[in-house]
């Protein structure tokens, strides 16, 4: 059953609240030790959330369409008084005194918390391996990657722990693990969601986003968490459109582009090439009108990423020094010892490789070559999806060049890591949208993810053009995880 099924059964007194809650909470006790999807479970939150739901049904009381309907919280977000820690030693037990932005909207909307989703820590990470609560496994094959870094959020969701899901999308982390688990997943226009209260990876780039089974359900839910905050400085100040609506629409006559360089370019594979051949094949059968472009400075977006994201953590994360925030180090001569001991103890290896990285490109005599330069190139990537949404309304691309991978495949190998998100970065650095959905299974069945890109605020589209397409695809078999109780 959809979050939107699910919702309205809830409203028509067929179920309540406090049932779904409970049925949910059941079966992360009986399968979560074998994915691992959670940090932190949180039953109290989330049955005082569907009871408070329940009794306003009953008042008559007229709720939002996902009132009642689970959801799993990538634990970056802040929740009053429950332990938020970024999956990093250094936040481990860190129990915020307030809501972020978008967890108060959730509660406004009577949506219940079922647990704090597991992460790369700090976001940082194509994987979920990068966890200092272990690793999340795909509930698709549980020898694989679940992607990253909402990891978590997206095997909850696959996984049937939760209808719906958040996480946050710096350079793909919600899209790419859409698609190695075979769900929805998008990241909104930077600005349209508040980033209050999430703790901060690379500023310029983060952005909170859904996930959720179907594209009805990721509009509904981005229709809850977005709009204006003025706790957030870069919160876009513009009325939230109807998103529900445009899943409604057609597409004959939209323009789709087909980016050539990443449908059969160098480390794709095969697999994931057919299925989205085959899936542009049904939006030309719809009524679109379906061309190739080539997009030239993209090949460098995953050089310029990887400078302009270290550089932004680095400053990002000083902060956690053993005096401010974070863990203290034990017994330290002074304080330069205690700052060094307590980071080096607190924080994972990818996270100081990318401190160090950052650091390095922010220092005097290396600014200009290497963040300068980044920054140039973001530029350049800016004006390439200008001139692309000049001839195409969206643009389509496979999200993730490979399905889901062995754990520990690429743990010693950053390069083939970083490379996870070639297809998703560019859309961060534009700060524009992006939606993945599952379009079949590859060869070795696995799922593919085709991603859809628009031009900032063009939320709309993307959910008219991924409803349109899902209707035609048909239901995709759920992963094998699903039918265990």
């Not at 103890?345 to 401190?355: A, D, L, P, S």
Request: with cysteine; net charge negative; glycine share 10%.
């Amino acid at each position: 059953m959809s979050a939107a099924d699910l919702g309205r059964a809830i409203a028509r007194r067929e179920a309540s609240a406090r049932d779904v809650v409970d049925a949910h909470l059941a079966r992360i006790e009986a399968l979560d030790e074998s994915v691992n999807a959670f940090i932190t479970v949180t039953p109290d939150l989330a049955r005082a959330t569907a009871d408070d739901v329940d009794a306003r049904i009953a008042a008559g009381e007229e709720l939002g369409p996902l009132a009642g309907v689970p959801l799993a919280l990538k634990d970056i977000l802040c929740v009053d008084g429950v332990r938020t820690t970024a999956a990093s030693k250094i936040l481990a037990n860190h129990r915020p005194p307030y809501d972020a932005t978008v967890v108060g909207s959730l509660r406004n909307a009577g949506i219940p918390i079922v647990g704090k989703a597991n992460m790369d820590e700090f976001a940082m990470g194509s994987s979920t391996e990068n966890s200092a609560f272990g690793v999340t496994h795909n509930p698709w094959d549980l020898a694989r990657v679940p992607g990253g870094s909402s990891g978590g959020s997206a095997a909850a969701v696959a996984a049937g722990f939760a209808p719906l899901g958040i996480g946050t999308d710096t350079g793909g982390s919600i899209r790419q693990p859409a698609s190695l688990c075979g769900v929805i997943g998008m990241k909104p226009t930077y600005g349209l969601v508040s980033r209050y209260g999430v703790l901060a990876f690379a500023s310029s780039l983060d952005q909170v986003g859904p996930f959720a089974r179907t594209v009805e359900d990721a509009a509904l839910l981005l229709q809850t968490i977005a709009g204006h905050d003025p706790m957030d400085s870069t919160s876009i100040n513009r009325p939230v459109p109807d998103f529900l609506r445009a899943t409604r629409d057609g597409i004959e006559g939209l323009r789709i582009g087909l980016v050539s360089d990443w449908v059969s370019g160098e480390g794709v594979q095969p697999g994931v090439t057919a299925r989205v051949r085959e899936a542009v094949d049904q939006l030309a059968a719809l009524g679109a009108e379906v061309g190739e472009i080539s997009l030239p400075s993209f090949r460098y977006a995953l050089s310029a990423y990887y400078l302009i994201a270290p550089a932004e953590c680095s400053s990002n994360l000083a902060r956690y020094d053993g005096v401010r925030f974070g863990h203290r180090a034990e017994g330290a001569r002074d304080i330069v010892d205690m700052n060094v001991r307590s980071r080096t103890e607190g924080f994972g290896e990818e996270v100081k490789r990318r401190i160090m990285l950052g650091t390095y490109a922010l220092s005097a005599g290396y600014y200009e070559a290497y963040y300068g330069k980044a920054q140039q190139v973001r530029t350049l990537v800016i004006r390439d999806f200008e001139k692309a949404y000049e001839r195409f309304d969206v643009l389509v691309s496979p999200t993730s060049p490979t399905t889901a991978f062995a754990i520990g495949e690429r743990a010693n190998d950053p390069l083939a890591m970083y490379m996870s998100d070639v297809c998703t970065i560019p859309t961060n650095l534009a700060g524009a949208a992006g939606i993945s959905v599952p379009c079949g299974l590859a060869d070795d069945g696995l799922p593919v993810g085709l991603q859809f890109m628009g031009p900032p605020l063009s939320e709309e589209l993307l959910f008219r053009v991924s409803a349109a397409y899902e209707r035609a695809r048909g239901p995709l078999a759920p992963p094998p995880l699903w039918s265990k109780r």
